[in-house]
């Protein structure tokens, strides 16, 4: 802009504060829509009377009425936005003949239309038939702080979702009875059971040729693994039968490879291959009593880094504790190291292996075992048990033959069909 001729006017502007003292000059704005007629507006302020209090002292309440509604509108409650909190507004009111602006304190109100002008009923009947916390919620309602407010709306959402939630569970689940009929639910509950146990197997060909193929070795020890063995191995290649009996009495291995030990191959060749998968069949149960891994080396110095990896990788799962992650065996990576050791046991002991001592050796019940050896598609027998290791009971052995038998319910299951 270009100045005229003679003096430039000039505008200034002064900081007033409060309009009144203590009271800032208010700012509305309608949450249903603009006014169309200012002029018939009627606006009242109320202040806490608590003057003392550093908040308190500040709370305000306005309401303002027309011809067909009432608004109320304050500055503390939740519904007040945050920008009264972390900011300060100001209105500025210009003199035109002076050029002077005068800038004041203001704080914004979001006015909301008030329904009812009957805020309290008169008959307290209702009132004293109310539960205690109902009592307590309405109290919240109209003199609780912001949090409790807050904490209060989320419980009755909360309760909400859960009638919701409840009623349409429920409904489905009464529809999918009718359609589908008790009988059938129980089978595809079993056939779920099996196939959740079969997320946790090793990799299963189940157009194998022979045995050998349906749980490849490869898949449960790789070639860097089976080389790593060697070292840690080679105190089961060249030991004695005086030291087998000084370990099984202190029993420093699980039964199955003290057994084991005792029927080493004279070959050099396939005694070194079955000391490494002793060895690690060995390693694998004592990794599963552990629960959480707190070490870098759970397994002690001697194991190989490579076989400290392979455990922590492929047998834990991990969890947020105590501000970190770590490592813990949970009751599936527990199932998943029972099938690599029982895959491993019929490579051991040509495809068929004593499963009793096994789950001895693993601490699982029975029926988990079973579930195990099912979904890997073993045939299971019974037999006496091996001289001097509860030959009184009978054993149960696991087969892996050709061709696979079909994939069957746990026994669990078909014990709790019956009882239906």
């Known amino acids: 802009m270009e100045a005229s001729a003679g003096a430039a006017p000039t505008a200034t502007w002064r900081y007033r504060g409060d309009p009144e003292a203590g009271q800032p000059a208010a700012m509305v704005q309608f949450s249903n829509g603009r006014l169309r007629r200012f002029d018939s507006m009627r606006f009242t302020v109320y202040r806490h009377k608590d003057t003392a209090h550093p908040r308190r002292k500040?709370?305000?309440i306005l309401v303002s009425e027309?011809?067909?509604l009432s608004y109320v509108g304050n500055n503390f409650s939740s519904g007040v936005t945050n920008g009264n909190s972390l900011c300060r507004y100001f209105v500025g009111v210009l003199d035109k003949d002076s050029g002077q602006l005068s800038v004041y304190n203001t704080e914004i109100f979001n006015m909301q239309p008030l329904l009812s002008d009957n805020v309290i009923p008169d008959d307290t009947k209702d009132y004293q038939t109310k539960s205690y916390r109902e009592k307590m919620d309405l109290c919240i309602e109209a003199f609780g702080t912001s949090k409790q407010k807050r904490a209060l709306s989320s419980r009755r959402m909360n309760t909400v979702g859960?009638?919701?939630l409840?009623?349409?569970?429920t409904k489905a689940a009464s529809n999918v009875i009718d359609a589908k009929g008790v009988t059938a639910l129980i089978q595809d509950v079993a056939q779920d059971d099996v196939q959740n146990v079969s997320i946790f197997l090793p990799p299963c060909n189940e157009d194998a040729d022979k045995p050998a193929d349906v749980y490849k070795f490869e898949d449960i020890l790789s070639p860097a693994e089976y080389e790593a063995l060697q070292v840690p191995a080679a105190v089961f290649v060249n030991i004695t039968p005086e030291e087998i009996s000084?370990?099984?009495e202190d029993k420093s291995h699980c039964s199955f490879?003290?057994?084991?030990l005792k029927f080493l191959p004279t070959d050099e060749k396939s005694r070194d291959h079955k000391a490494r998968c002793l060895w690690f069949l060995d390693t694998l149960i004592k990794f599963s009593y552990l629960k959480m891994i707190k070490k870098k080396h759970p397994m002690g110095p001697e194991c190989p880094h490579i076989i400290s990896k392979k455990l922590m990788k492929n047998f834990t799962s991990l969890t947020y504790n105590n501000g970190s992650v770590q490592n813990f065996i949970s009751a599936s990576m527990k199932a998943k190291i029972a099938a690599y050791v029982i895959a491993l046991a019929l490579h051991i002991n040509n495809f068929q292996t004593d499963l009793t001592i096994l789950q001895n050796?693993?601490?699982l019940q029975e029926s988990r075992m079973m579930d195990i050896a099912r979904a890997m598609r073993l045939k299971v027998s019974k037999a006496k048990g091996l001289p001097g290791l509860e030959n009184d009971e009978n054993h149960k052995l696991g087969t892996l033959s050709l061709p696979l038998p079909?994939?069957?319910?746990s026994g669990g299951q078909r014990k709790r069909k019956k009882m239906n």
């Open 246 to 248: 000084k370990k099984t």
């Open 58 to 60: 500040h709370w305000r």
């Open 361 to 363: 050796d693993l601490k």
């Open 406 to 409: 079909v994939q069957k319910a």
């Open 66 to 68: 027309t011809d067909r």
């Open 166 to 169: 409840n009623t349409a569970v």
């Open 162 to 164: 859960n009638d919701i």
């Open 257 to 260: 490879v003290l057994e084991e």
